[in-house]
């Protein structure tokens, strides 16, 4: 791999990205406070599910090669296949629907950026960046949440 090329393009990309999610975060409110975990778990957990993600893209291209198949392009159908095996995780858990979509739009944007330079560390910085940016999805339950959890039970 040519880390200086790859490098370049990934800062490129997640620049890219960052703009174009930045813009659309300003037409939306700015999520409770008691819903927002630290920001040390949530570049952990940014990280675990990044890892998570990589580790099946790579996983799926090495099954594509030991496969035989000759397609032209390996790493692009590994990558999107892999997404294709992540999103009923994403779309299944039990969160309001913007952050299901803002999961769904990390995937997308990590994938591509994957495509590109198959770097772990970028995609994790990407995928941080834009969880701390935009999911206000509570890591662990504050008394307010479990109260609130069980009035909407009764």
Known sequence: ?????????????????????????????????ELRPGLPLRIVHSGAAEFAWCFLRAAVWESILLSGQ???????????????LILPDLLLQRDHTPARLVRVAILIATSVLYIYTRNFWLCWILHALLAL??????????PQTQAAQVRDRV
């Open 1 to 33: 791999i040519d880390w200086k090329t790859s490098l370049s393009l990934g800062i490129g990309l997640m620049a890219g990205f960052a703009v174009l999610f930045a813009l659309v975060r300003m037409g939306q409110p700015a999520p409770t406070r």
């Open 70 to 84: 000759t397609l032209t392009l390996p790493a692009y159908w590994a990558t999107w296949g892999a997404a294709l």
């Open 133 to 142: 940016m935009f999911v206000g999805v509570p890591l662990t339950r504050t």
